[in-house]
Structure formats: structure tokens, C-alpha cells
């Protein structure tokens, strides 16, 4: 191992990335524009639904109910038809996605202490707002019940079991905490993936890798010199995505910066690793680049980036162990939100370490015996 | 027989095997003085680049070894590597770099000492009429100059042994000629150059030629000793109906190689054969109007055909 060389290799390597007029801003304004569809687009928590309401007893009390549905700001009311079977050529024509039934005789039969069904219509197309939108109708219902309850001293007939769910470490619930967090080890994988699976193969392509093997040069030697650039772009990276997830999407941050560290440099390595292996079973740019592809969408949705992992189906389950940014989300998360330590995470970072050694020492063998033809 | 220590390359039994059966190099035995201007001619597929990968540690041989100045390419590598300089078909530099940034990141590869990298450089660039492009990125060159300073770059660390793979395929024939004038002035100075070619010209102007096929070295020897084998004159037929005087010729028994060249026929008539006259008059009367029917020197055009010709018998004869 000469430093020389390795030095020598790095500054060819940045000569390069400073010649390419896309690579470098690719790598620097892809994670931002990625920030911003995650943390906005995917991250927003579901508010404006378009609403119809039926008021069909139009007093004091039904008005109230349908305000405070509107006070949540989850529920924008378009529509108000006279009757029910208006609703369903609005939620045909998608002009709403859910609807309120208020029966005639609300106000009244509430005063005689009478229990009264109020209906609550979902469209079930979109089961993501659907589901959204049934809890936070449940919720609304609940609060009315709770505040007339306290404002007239009356005791319902049936008390029931009054649930409430206290939410842990992300109060409000916005996705965006756990969207960022995730997104950094994320957008590490998509653009590092990228770019390191290309930086063999073009050498191959180009014939300087065998140029590079007539010299003195040992192949452990340009390995290094080849992804030492890419570590420390990697390291940029990251802290541009953490330095505007915290600060500009006001993502809380509980961990420690070592914690984080760590983790992100064993889930670096297995991405160099994943990286290095493409690029030596590919023979083209293309072929690396359809290969990363291969591997970048099962990893995307099996990860538990975008979906949690509890709702996919046991025997989906076993696959997600083999993906490791499946514990890079964890470590990251819980270290953002909940600023778990070492103790906690440590099956995480075992799973990571040993995915790196596998992988990294795949790449490498195949190093050793792919160069030459 | 030259001294062992005179000798550059002495490949032993070296063979190549792709995969488990296609032999792309089989059992290949032979000798390069230093000082040479070794050629290695044979047609696409012979086997050729293999064979100069693995005289230059690029590839491991499957089978044999080679000694490159006495040190063997399997056990040390290291050492051959600081004798030699290779440069591969395609070109091998970094597109996006400049002229001289490509020369000073392999000679610091290479260990040359960074003192003497900026005058090496500037001796090597003018000798290959780039230093005008001294600063133009590599992928801007054109054919000619990339092929020129591939081989500044693999001379760089003054290597006693130059091997090039088909350097000067897609160049134009200037850029050929002047490719080639370099080589005569390596060779004045005593570096030894192993170059492989598909072009007869070239092989014209080595002193020691090679032709390989189908993975083996067939003959070898210096271009007069090769012109030496071939058993006749060589004559050219200028005719409009070259297939058909082709045809014609091609069954007799004296016609010991018959090829069509651009706008003539060359035919090869063994030493008892017809005379130009007698060979006119038989076109004639089978009806090929020939403008000229006249003797040239024999080339290694016509030689090759000639010994391809007669391997390709033997070949058949054998099986």
C-alpha cells in the first residue's frame, strides 16, 4: 500500500468529477430535490379533504358539528347536497372523498339523551386518505361528544371504554419525522449506488483499468484511490440533507451525532460494496445502470422506507432482513427521535457490519478474478 | 541463438484458455531479441492481443510462462511491469483529462521522479508532435494524435519494451507513416518494440515477423526469409473481370496463390510455370480481355496470402 499512490488516484479522480459538468450537480441537487418530494410531497400528512356534508337537521347543534369538523383543517367542505344520494355522483365525479350524514331530529334527540347515528362516507379508492380521514372523523366525533358531555353535565347511558392513544416521541405525528431520517440513508443509496456503480465499470469501458494494471499499482491501491472521493462526497452529502431536514423541516434531532455517524458509514459500506459487486458483473455503463435499478426498488419498498414494514405480509416479511437499509432506517430514526445509543441498536449495527464484510468481500473476489477478460 | 541476457521475450508453451474448451492461445513457443522490431500479423481472432496481454502481466496464462528480460510474468510481474510498456487496441487514457495530465498521473504511477516528469513530458510531446495540444482534454484529439500519445504515455518511464496492439488501426496513413517513423527512431535507440498488425505494410518494416493463427504461431522470421519461402514470381493481372480470371486461374497446378488486389489479380506462379505471355493468351482465349500481365517484386502481401494459403491445405490434410 503506497499513500502516493492512493493520493495520485484521488486527485485523478476529483480532476475528473471537476471536468464532468453533470455528475458533480447531479450529486449535489439531486438529494436537495429529493428532499423536497420526500419531505413534501410523500412526508405531508393528509389535511383539505374534500368534504360534502348532508345536513338534514339544520339547527344550532348540527351546524356546530360540521364546524368543528371544518376547525381541524384535515376537512374542507365543498359540498353540502340535500339528500344522501347526492353523495355518491360527487365521490363518482372524485369532487369529494368523504361525506357527512346528519339525520333529521339531531339536536332533538341528543337533548332527550337519545345515542344518534351520524354517518361518516369514505371513498375507499385512495385507502391511504380513506384510512386518514375515518380516524380523524372518529377523533372529531369523539371531541364533540366530550365537550357537549362537559357542557351539559350529562352522563351517557353507556360510559364505554374511553380509549385515548398517546403518541410517543413524534406528538404531532408528522410523517416528515420519520420521512427525513429515513431519506438521508436513502439518497445515500440512490446517488452514491449510482455513481460508484459506474466509476469501475468506466474504467473497464474506457480500457484505462487495464492500463492502470501495467503500472505498479496493486489493485487494493486503486480500489482505495477509487472510493476515497466518493466517501468524502458521500459525507457532504449527508450533512446537506441533515443540516436542511433539521433546520429547515424542523426535523427534532435527539441522537448523537456518533451514533448517526457510525451507522451511516457501515450502510456506506454496503453500498460501496453493492456498488463495486455491479460494477464488476457489468461490462457496460448501461448494464450497471440497469442492475442498480434491479436492486434500488425492491430495496425502496421493502425497507420499510415508504411502507411500514408491520403492514406487509409475513411471508414478505423474511426478505426485508436482507436489505440493509432496512436497519440503516431503523438506526437513524430511533437515534433522530428517540436518541437511542449503542446499547439499544446494536443488533442493527451487527446486521449492517456483517452485510458490509459479505458484500465488500464478494466485490472483491470477483475483483481479483473479473479484471482481465 | 542469441544470449539469454539479449533476449526481451522468451515465451514458453504459453496458452490461453477463455472459459473451459475455446483456446485462444495454444501452446506458443518463441524468442525475441532485444532490439527488434517483432511484428505478429495474422488475421482477427488469431489470437493476437491475447497472447500480447499475457506477455504483459494483463492477463494470466492459463498454461506456460514467459520470461520478459529473465523475469518470468507469473512469478514476477512486478519486474516486467518497470521493463515494459504496453498499449492496448482501444485507446486506453482518460478522455476527459488533458494531454499532460494524462502523461503526469501515469508517470507518477509509473515512479517517474517528479523532477524529471515535466522535461520527459515536453521531450516525449514534441517528439510526438503534440506539444501545441499539450493542454487539449484527450477526448478532443483526433485519431492519429490520441494513438501518438498513448504511445508518449506508455513510453513515459522509458521502458526497454514496447508492446502495441493494432496501434495504428483507424488511423489515417499519414498519421500511419508518421506512427511508424517513431517506431524506426525507438528501435535506433535500442528499445525493443513487439507491435501486432493487421496491416502487411507495417509487417514490412519490422525486422522479425511473426504470423499466428488460429491461436498458434505459424512461421517466423525476418521479412526476406519469409519472401525467401515463397517457391515462384509473383504476377499482376490488370482486368476488368478480375473474378472471372480468378476462377480461371485459381485449378492449375502452377497457380500456387491467386488473390484479388484493389484492381489486379496477383497470382503466384511456381518457378516451372507459364510465362507472362503464355498466361495472357490462355485469359484470351477463355474470353478475359487483360490490360497487363506483368512481374513485381514479391511483398508480404503476397507472401501471407501465399503461406495462409498453404497452411489452410495443410490444415485440411491433416483433419
Not at chain 1, 344550532?60 to 358539528?65: D, E, I, K, N
Request: with cysteine; hydrophobic share 50%; proline share 5%.
Amino acid at each position: 500500500m503506497s499513500i502516493k499512490h492512493i493520493r495520485l488516484l484521488i486527485w485523478k479522480e476529483f480532476l475528473q468529477l471537476r471536468r464532468d459538468r453533470l455528475l458533480l450537480p447531479l450529486i449535489f441537487i439531486g438529494p436537495i430535490m429529493q428532499l423536497i418530494m420526500f419531505g413534501y410531497v410523500v412526508g405531508s400528512d393528509v389535511t383539505n379533504i374534500p368534504t360534502a356534508i348532508v345536513d338534514q337537521d339544520m339547527t344550532m347543534t348540527s351546524r356546530a358539528l360540521a364546524d368543528s369538523f371544518v376547525n381541524t383543517g384535515y376537512f374542507t367542505i365543498l359540498e353540502r347536497p340535500a339528500t344522501e344520494s347526492d353523495v355518491q355522483t360527487l365521490m363518482d365525479k372524485n369532487r369529494v372523498q368523504v361525506a357527512l350524514l346528519i339525520p333529521p331530529g339531531l339536536e332533538a334527540d341528543l337533548a332527550r339523551g337519545e345515542q344518534v347515528p351520524v354517518e361518516i362516507i369514505v371513498d375507499g379508492a385512495d385507502s391511504k386518505t380513506a384510512s386518514v380521514a375515518s380516524g380523524y372523523a372518529a377523533q372529531v366525533f369523539a371531541d364533540f361528544n366530550q365537550k357537549r358531555i362537559e357542557a351539559t353535565g350529562l352522563v351517557p347511558d353507556a360510559p364505554g371504554i374511553d380509549a385515548r392513544v398517546r403518541v410517543l416521541f413524534n406528538p404531532t405525528l408528522r410523517s416528515v419525522n420519520a420521512m427525513i431520517p429515513g431519506l438521508v440513508a436513502t439518497i445515500l443509496l440512490i446517488s452514491m449506488g449510482v455513481v460508484m456503480s459506474q466509476a469501475i465499470v468506466r474504467e473497464r469501458e474506457r480500457g484505462t483499468l487495464e492500463q492502470m494494471f501495467v503500472t505498479p499499482i496493486t489493485r487494493g491501491e486503486y480500489l482505495l484511490g477509487k472510493i476515497a472521493p466518493y466517501i468524502l462526497l458521500a459525507i457532504i452529502q449527508v450533512s446537506v440533507v441533515m443540516v436542511v431536514g433539521i433546520f429547515w423541516f424542523r426535523v427534532p434531532f435527539h441522537g448523537t451525532l456518533l451514533v448517526i455517524g457510525l451507522g451511516l458509514l457501515l450502510f456506506l459500506f454496503t453500498v460501496i460494496g453493492q456498488s463495486m459487486f455491479i460494477s464488476m458483473i457489468s461490462r457496460t455503463r448501461q448494464q450497471a445502470q440497469q442492475a442498480t435499478m434491479f436492486i434500488l426498488i425492491p430495496t425502496m419498498v421493502l425497507s420499510g422506507f415508504i411502507f411500514p414494514l408491520e403492514s406487509m405480509p409475513p411471508e414478505i416479511v423474511p426478505v426485508t432482513y436482507f436489505i440493509p437499509l432496512r436497519y440503516a432506517l431503523v438506526i437513524l430514526r430511533t437515534s433522530f427521535m428517540k436518541g437511542a445509543g449503542l446499547e439499544a441498536l446494536w443488533p442493527q449495527f451487527a446486521a449492517m457490519a456483517v452485510f458490509s464484510a459479505l458484500i465488500l468481500g464478494l466485490a472483491l473476489s470477483r475483483f481479483q478474478k473479473r479484471l482481465s477478460d | 541463438m542469441t544470449d539469454a541476457l539479449d533476449m526481451a521475450i522468451d515465451a514458453k508453451g504459453l496458452a490461453h484458455r477463455f472459459g473451459s474448451s475455446v483456446l485462444a492461445v495454444d501452446d506458443v513457443s518463441f524468442a525475441v531479441g532485444a532490439g527488434e522490431i517483432f511484428g505478429l500479423v495474422g488475421p482477427d481472432g488469431a489470437g493476437k492481443s491475447t497472447l500480447i496481454r499475457m506477455l504483459s502481466t494483463v492477463l494470466r496464462p492459463s498454461e506456460g510462462d514467459a520470461d520478459i528480460f529473465g523475469a518470468s510474468v507469473l512469478h514476477k510481474p512486478a519486474a516486467v511491469k518497470r521493463r515494459i510498456g504496453y498499449m492496448s487496441q482501444r485507446f486506453s487514457l482518460y478522455p476527459d483529462l488533458t494531454v499532460t495530465e494524462n502523461l503526469s498521473f501515469f508517470a507518477s504511477l509509473r515512479g517517474v521522479p517528479r523532477r524529471e516528469i515535466r522535461p520527459r513530458s515536453a521531450r516525449l510531446l514534441e517528439f510526438a508532435g503534440l506539444t501545441e495540444f499539450a493542454n487539449r482534454q484527450a477526448q478532443f484529439l483526433s485519431g492519429g494524435m490520441k494513438q501518438k500519445l498513448a504511445l508518449a504515455v506508455t513510453l513515459i518511464h522509458e521502458p526497454d519494451l514496447l508492446f502495441l496492439d493494432e496501434p495504428t488501426t483507424g488511423v489515417d496513413p499519414v498519421s500511419r507513416r508518421e506512427f511508424w517513423r517513431i517506431i524506426a527512431g525507438l528501435h535506433r535507440r535500442g528499445i525493443t518494440v513487439f507491435v501486432a498488425t493487421p496491416y502487411m505494410d507495417e509487417a514490412e518494416r519490422c525486422t522479425h515477423v511473426a504470423f499466428m493463427d488460429g491461436g498458434r504461431i505459424l512461421f517466423r522470421d525476418t521479412p526476406t526469409g519469409l519472401k525467401a519461402r515463397v517457391p515462384g514470381r509473383l504476377l499482376e493481372v490488370c482486368t476488368k473481370d478480375q473474378r472471372k480470371a480468378r476462377a480461371l486461374l485459381g485449378p492449375y497446378p502452377w497457380a500456387l496463390s491467386v488473390t484479388v488486389l484493389g484492381e489486379v489479380v496477383r497470382l503466384i506462379v511456381a518457378l516451372d510455370g507459364p510465362s507472362e505471355l503464355e498466361i495472357q493468351a490462355l485469359l484470351s482465349s477463355a474470353g478475359v480481355v487483360t490490360q497487363c500481365v506483368r512481374p513485381v517484386r514479391v511483398d508480404m502481401e503476397a507472401t501471407f496470402a501465399f503461406l495462409a494459403e498453404e497452411a489452410r491445405l495443410d490444415r485440411e490434410v491433416a483433419s
